[in-house]
């Protein structure tokens, strides 16, 4: 790619983590003669923009080695701003014409405006070899995402689209395939003779942060599950693949969201709840319902629980429990798979007899298996150990590595079109249930480990 084009240059996303993690990439020497261009609403001097892009790059600056250093002074001295409205006609078209090609759209605008943005363009509009990044979330229901995917396809083809999700290192990705598929001991018992459940776990003790504007319209189902937990699921429970080449990688996990579902009654199958007033690690968070912007009757949930059936031979009856939230006293991001006990544990043997559990981290990436193990001193008497690891990491930030494949043309880290409307298709009956109040909306002070009566 010659051009970076970021919409929404003065957002949030654009300060806080593109253009940071474009600093990591362009100053470890992987983004060579590209040229970043901002637009935005806002009447920008071309210096208010290059003070942002400063300030944007300062830590990597401060890291980077003198060939790093150069790489970003190049990036400064001929980066651009254009003020534009996305959403009229010719505006956006006429500034791609005017760019140096191929281009890297990349919208970190709001959902509906990214939408009004492409509904704007005309396919003759698009020079050839342009690249479309697209924020989450993407859609907001399984025929909304239709709707843009048949924008978009007609703008480029499907490998010049990609559909963001930054939860998804690539590291990460590639830690659980290298774990699952390059050890023989894992395979045989990774199905449903072995495993009892799967719970897949990102809890923040970060509060809503201001982000209400956002999030009070989304929830942590829309906001997490929808998008990032439904892809690391996807990840554990795929076949092995010819190749982690985007076409098999991206097919299999295609293959195991087509066979996902949440099952009625949704009171038994799912889980909400909003945070009240508490404290995090001595900082006070105000009760969710009065933060500023946020409409309470809305009955926004913080924190939500799913647990989803993966109906094939490999996983039919076991459970994989999905769980984000916000304000929680212990921050996690994890998933642990729980093996079932041994059919016959030899007389004799005392002490607790643990279920083996393997526990994937994410970010960083680090492997723990609990076994059990014969205690100290009383060699009869079983213990619990934990074998540990820690993953390879990458050097880039996750929105480098996002970047980077866009930027190279990889797309193994975007989610596919098809993709992008199940995981819609899965959530909309628990969104629409929960609606109608069919599962109620519990509370949890903020800095607890959640409501009363949930699993710790
Ligand atoms: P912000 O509201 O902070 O920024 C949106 C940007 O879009 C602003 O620069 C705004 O400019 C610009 N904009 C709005 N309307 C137009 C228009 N008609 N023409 C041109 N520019 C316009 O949003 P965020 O940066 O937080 O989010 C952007 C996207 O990234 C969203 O899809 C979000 O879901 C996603 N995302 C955000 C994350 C975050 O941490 N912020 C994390 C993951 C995803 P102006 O203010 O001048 O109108």
Not at 378 to 401: C, F, I, M, N, Q
């Amino acid at each position: 790619m010659k051009t970076l084009l970021i919409l929404g240059a003065s957002g949030d996303l654009t300060g806080r983590l593109l253009l940071p993690g474009l600093a990591r990439l362009v100053s470890r020497g992987r983004a060579a003669g590209l040229t970043l261009v901002g637009a935005g609403s806002d009447d920008w001097t071309p210096d208010q923009w290059l003070e942002r892009v400063e300030e944007s790059f300062a830590d990597a600056n401060s890291q980077a080695e003198a060939y790093g250093r150069r790489e970003l002074k190049r990036i400064r001295e001929t980066t651009s701003y254009h003020r534009l409205d996305v959403t009229a006609e010719g505006q956006l078209a006429g500034l791609l014409a005017e760019l140096e090609g191929p281009v890297a759209v990349y919208f970190a605008l709001p959902p509906r405006v990214s939408q009004l943005a492409c509904e704007a363009l005309a396919p003759g509009q698009v020079p050839a070899g342009t690249r479309l990044v697209m924020e989450k979330p993407f859609g907001s229901s399984e025929e909304s995402a239709r709707h843009l995917n048949h924008t978009l396809a007609a703008l480029v083809p499907e490998d010049h689209i990609h559909r963001v999700d930054h939860f998804l290192g690539k590291a990460t990705v590639l830690n659980i395939l290298g774990l699952r598929f390059a050890n023989t001991f894992l395979e045989p018992v990774w199905n449903r003779n072995h495993i009892e459940k799967v719970e897949i776990v990102f809890d923040e003790d970060l509060a809503l942060e201001g982000r209400a504007r956002y999030y009070d319209g989304a929830g942590a189902l829309r906001d997490m599950i929808q998008s990032h937990l439904l892809q690391i699921m996807a990840l554990m429970a795929i076949e092995p693949p010819a190749s982690v080449d985007e076409r098999d990688l991206r097919d299999a996990v295609a293959t195991v969201l087509r066979a996902s579902s949440i099952k009625a009654p949704y009171a038994k199958s799912t889980r909400r709840a909003r945070y009240t007033a508490g404290s995090i690690g001595g900082r006070k968070v105000p009760d969710y319902a009065k933060e500023e912007g946020v409409d309470a009757a809305r009955g926004t949930e913080t924190l939500a629980e799913v647990e989803v059936e993966i109906n094939n031979w490999r996983w039919q009856g076991v459970p994989f429990i999905l769980r984000s939230g916000k304000a929680l006293g212990t921050k996690r991001k994890e998933a642990v798979v729980t093996f079932r006990p041994v059919p016959h544990l030899p007389r004799g043997f005392t002490g607790v007899d643990f279920p083996n559990q393997l526990r994937i981290g994410f970010g960083p990436d680090t492997l723990q298996f609990d076994v059990d193990v014969n205690g100290p001193g009383e060699v009869l008497s079983l213990d619990r150990a934990t074998l540990k690891a820690e993953l390879s990491a990458s050097e880039l930030l996750p929105y480098g590595e996002v970047l980077e494949g866009v930027l190279t043309g990889d797309p193994l880290l975007s989610v596919r079109a098809d993709t992008a409307e199940d995981c819609w298709r899965i959530l909309e009956p628990v969104l629409k249930a929960w609606a109608r109040d069919s599962a109620p909306l519990e509370e949890y002070a903020a800095g607890s480990a959640g409501p009363d009566g949930w699993p710790r």
